[in-house]
């Protein structure tokens, strides 16, 4: 695989894990302001950017491990197409 596969394949990976914690977020009936609230974040433009994925902004780990307690999902299912 070379470097442009792989930088795609990553970005691939990043919008599926974006699109998943919305999908979830908005299943237990939270805002972007009150999860981000909830993973110790002052504000929801971070989380709100890493959603749609605006101007590359992603969750790291760190946000997604918080993020998988908060809404009580398994941490792989935001990798899962």
Do not use: C, P, W
């Not at 237990?28 to 999860?35: A, C, E, F, V």
């Not at 609230?37 to 902004?57: D, F, T, V």
């Amino acid at each position: 695989m070379n470097d442009f596969e792989l930088e795609n394949y990553g970005e691939k990976i990043l919008d599926i894990v974006s699109l998943n914690v919305k999908k979830y977020r908005e299943q237990k009936g939270l805002t972007q302001m009150q999860l981000a609230l909830e993973i110790g974040m002052s504000g929801g433009a971070y989380l709100g950017r890493a959603e749609i994925r605006k101007n590359k902004h992603h969750f790291n780990i760190k946000h997604l491990a918080k993020i998988a307690k908060v809404l009580d999902v398994d941490i792989k299912k935001f990798f899962e197409e």
